[in-house]
């Protein structure tokens, strides 16, 4: 599934990815994954990812009332992870939920592809893991041929 953002909703969206930077840099807080080259673009990516996903779906992003809340469900009750490779894959790891679904975004510009979702369980299988890139540690990469379908999702 694809939606296209206007410019207002990409810089609103990408106003909240700056917001959760700038509380990283001013808690000395760092990466959790070990990969990150450029830190504000994976807070702007994943915020815009966020907001798509919500639009999508018509569940609520929570957004800039959870920057400071790390637990919280992303969009209703659902966690998104957004890329910028035009073939990202759903990326999980292993402190990351089971039992709830992860949605992969794939952010370009105003246009973001929302290939499917994946329950954490069903996304963290050994056939899954992998090292790719410059990643300092393996985690699950999910090609996006195994998510299922967005119009599914619980």
């Known amino acids: 599934m694809r939606i ?4 207002k909703e990409l810089y609103d969206a990408a106003r909240v ?11 000395a807080r760092q990466d959790r994954h070990g990969f990150v080259p450029n830190p504000w673009e994976a807070h702007i990516l994943g915020s815009v990812g966020e907001d798509a996903v919500a639009k999508i779906t018509g569940k609520p992003w929570h957004g800039a009332a959870t920057l400071e809340n790390f637990k919280a469900p992303d969009v209703g009750h659902l966690q998104v992870r957004a890329t910028s490779f035009p073939q990202g894959r759903l990326v999980l790891h292993p402190p990351d939920s089971g039992t709830v679904p992860w ?3 794939r952010v370009m510009g105003l246009v973001v592809d929302i290939p499917g979702w994946m329950y954490g369980h069903e996304a963290k299988k050994p056939c899954y893991w992998q090292m790719v890139g410059g990643h300092k540690r393996p985690a699950f990469f999910v090609d996006n041929e195994h998510l299922h379908d967005i119009g599914t999702l619980p």
């Open 4 to 7: 296209v953002l206007s410019p």
């Open 17 to 27: 990815g700056v917001a959760r930077q700038v509380l990283n840099l001013q808690s």
């Open 103 to 105: 949605v992969c975004a």
